[in-house]
């Protein structure tokens, strides 16, 4: 049975109040980052998605990104840092980065990202 909307609340909120705390969208379904071990995934793509983009979490939909682009981000750029301080520059695939830098990534690659402006301000954790 399909969680609903309600019962993701708790962890949207948590996600907001967690530096680095997203959800990620892709062509499987999506997975809601909100601590540094702390993810859930799902398969329902509207629902969800809408709920985080409403509640002002960052969201970045990969879906649009052509296969071959974003195998190549997946594998060769860094990480989210969800809960836990980035790494230096330079990134790379075994590095935790911030928010803000990979969502650029996957922006310029064609992906949707949504409520990062906060982020990049530095108004958002």
Request: hydrophobic share 40%; charged share 20%.
């Amino acid at each position: 049975m399909p969680r609903t909307v309600s019962a993701y609340a708790a962890l949207i909120a948590r996600a907001l109040r967690t530096e680095g705390g997203h959800l990620a969208v892709g062509r499987g379904g999506f997975t809601l980052w909100f601590g540094r071990d702390g993810r859930l995934s799902g398969g329902d793509e509207t629902e969800i998605p809408e709920a985080c983009r409403a509640a002002g979490l960052p969201v970045i939909d990969s879906r649009p990104v052509p296969f071959d682009r974003l195998a190549h981000l997946v594998m060769s750029g860094p990480m989210i840092a969800v809960g836990e301080p980035p790494d230096p520059p330079p990134h790379h695939g075994l590095s935790n980065a911030p928010l803000a830098v990979v969502a650029a990534a996957y922006r310029a690659s064609g992906a949707t990202v949504f409520n990062l402006e906060a982020v990049e301000r530095g108004t958002a954790r």
